[in-house]
């Protein structure tokens, strides 16, 4: 038998509600026991010390771009999940806008293949809800869940006709699949590069309205109250948004929503450059209050050029409020690597994206945690347990006979992103050379150790 202990730690897992000192066993890749008695049958077993450090089951991201097939010099599977370790995550679930889409079983076929040789992490995939993504025709949405899709979605882009998601929503619901949607209204965003407000008219740049995503978590939320069909609304951004899931949760909508670090750390002051910033919007960011040499960067910088776009102050605060009462239940990165050359031309032109994997725990912990927003259990359920639940995977437990999936996390951790360090194939990210603080120091999946700090 192949056995681990991992003793000393403080273990932490939402669904079963532990939190407290406790070691925990692995046995032939599944948990074999907590506490007491994974000390007493540890016998000979290799040993983990993680004394200081949290134990928690394997953390879950639900909304990645790992870019293969067809994308290959952006990311791989295998660098993908290399930098999902790194980042402390166990299950990624990738996203169906590759070359060719993920709109038929054989896709789904070649995607899982390719995971299976090269994937150091569990990767599950979603499928398409219209063929080509192209919001004309639905894909075979039955097909694709027999074939063992775990959601769809046309994340990348949006279906702007609302009689073709409403039979998207009832197919779905017969297969008991959750929709996935990317939030944004075509006729509205029009061709906006950033958030439509006082930046964007400083900066002479196309303004993006947050009404071209209120619009569509609102349509989305009708359409799941008419069909019963679970919506789940990607990378929430905008305060509007956060109340209208909040008001149609408290309805007892089949309606959820997410959030990822960007969106809570970050606003579309960066854009102004670094200086206005800070003096404008530091105080948002917990632990850079009154610190110098603090990273730089010039105005126009396409490594803060993403969809949906940074925002205003006021919704950073509106989303962070939404992850602090429940309202958004998930966290996720959108991990969405780019080729660097493709950064490199005037903002207009630039590809919307950026990388999150090894940066998202950190944020998470500074602005929520350290913050006193929320106990690292809440945010440990919004990594583990939620997106499990929602996507029906057998994941995110350390209950005994679970898959041991572990993420072992330092949440004092003082360390500073390098590009030198990265382990994903892109470095589009504004985050290298922040100072962070908290971070996965081990992940392990199927009771083996992937990687280790």
């Known amino acids: 038998m192949s056995s681990l202990l991992i003793s000393g730690g403080h273990v932490i897992d939402p669904a079963n509600q532990l939190d407290g000192p406790a070691d925990v066993l692995l046995t032939n890749g599944k948990i074999a026991a907590i506490g007491a008695d994974a000390t007493s049958q540890a016998g000979d077993a290799e040993r983990i010390d993680a004394a200081g450090k949290v134990v928690s089951p394997g953390l879950i991201d639900l909304h990645v771009h790992l870019r293969e097939p067809g994308q290959s010099a952006k990311e791989s599977i295998e ?17 169906p806008n590759t070359t060719p889409t993920i709109d038929s079983p054989g896709t789904v076929a070649l995607v899982r293949e390719k995971a299976e040789k090269t994937a150091i992490v569990n990767v599950f995939i979603t499928g398409a809800i219209t063929k080509g993504i192209a919001g004309e025709e639905l894909a075979p949405i039955g097909s694709l869940k027999e074939a063992g899709v775990v ?41 906006g590069v950033m958030h439509e ?111 949906p776009p940074l925002r205003s102050a006021m919704d950073r605060e509106a989303v962070l409020d939404g992850l602090t009462d429940g309202t958004l239940e998930i966290l996720a990165s959108d991990h969405a690597p780019h080729c660097g050359y493709e950064k490199e031309v005037e ?21 929520l945690v350290h913050s006193g927003r929320l106990t690292l259990s809440q945010v440990i359920e919004k990594y583990t347990v939620n997106p499990a639940r929602l996507l029906k995977l057998n994941k995110g437990t350390l ?20 590009v030198e360090t990265t382990a994903s194939k892109a470095t589009n990210t504004p985050f290298y050379g922040w100072p962070l603080k908290g971070r996965a120091v081990a992940t392990i999946v199927g009771g083996k150790t992937v990687w280790r700090e």
């Open 79 to 95: 660098t993908g999940t290399r930098s999902a370790a790194k980042g402390g995550f166990t299950t990624v679930v990738c996203m």
């Open 151 to 191: 959601a769809i979605t046309d994340d990348g882009k949006c279906v702007q006709n609302n009689e073709l998601m409403r039979r998207a929503l009832e197919y779905a619901a017969m297969f008991d699949l959750p929709v996935m949607d990317h939030c944004q209204d075509y006729s509205l965003v029009t061709d």
């Open 197 to 307: 407000g006082y930046w964007s008219t400083v900066l002479g740049l196309r303004g993006w309205p947050a009404a071209g995503e209120e619009v569509i978590v609102a349509r989305n939320i009708l359409l799941a109250e008419l069909t019963g069909c679970h919506v789940h609304c990607q990378h929430i951004s905008v305060t509007g948004a956060v109340r209208l899931i909040r008001e149609a949760k408290k309805r007892g909508v089949r309606i959820s929503g997410e959030a990822c670090a960007h969106h809570f750390v970050i606003t579309d002051a960066t854009l102004a450059g670094s200086e206005k910033f800070w003096a404008k919007d530091g105080k948002g960011i917990t632990g850079y209050e009154g610190k110098t040499n603090l990273p730089q960067w010039p105005a126009f910088d396409t490594h803060f050029k993403m969809n």
């Open 347 to 367: 903002f207009d032109y630039a590809p919307f994206g950026i990388t999150g994997f090894e940066t998202e725990l950190a944020f998470s912990l500074m602005q």
């Open 399 to 418: 209950s005994v006979g679970a898959d041991a999936d572990i993420t072992i996390i330092d949440p004092e951790a003082e360390w500073t992103f390098t």
